[in-house]
């Protein structure tokens, strides 16, 4: 997740199937990963390309 990109729009929350995105009342994006099956939906419907799916621990 890119915070710089973001615009707070909240469609990746939107998207989600699973309910892990979450926006927090600082306009700021933040992932449940514990739930998260990273189907990828949230990076795919960004307006502005701020979420990038890596393999965990690949960072």
């Known amino acids: 997740m890119?915070?710089?990109k973001c615009i707070a729009c909240g469609i990746c929350?939107?998207?989600c199937?699973?309910?892990t995105v979450?926006?927090?009342e600082e306009k700021k994006i933040i992932f449940d990963y514990r739930?998260?099956?990273?189907c990828g939906v949230c990076a795919?419907?960004?307006p502005v390309n701020a979420i990038?799916?890596?393999k965990e621990g690949s960072q």
């Open 2 to 4: 890119d915070q710089e």
């Open 13 to 15: 929350v939107t998207y």
């Open 17 to 19: 199937p699973e309910s």
């Open 22 to 24: 979450l926006l927090t």
């Open 35 to 38: 739930y998260c099956k990273g």
């Open 44 to 46: 795919n419907e960004c």
């Open 52 to 54: 990038a799916m890596v």
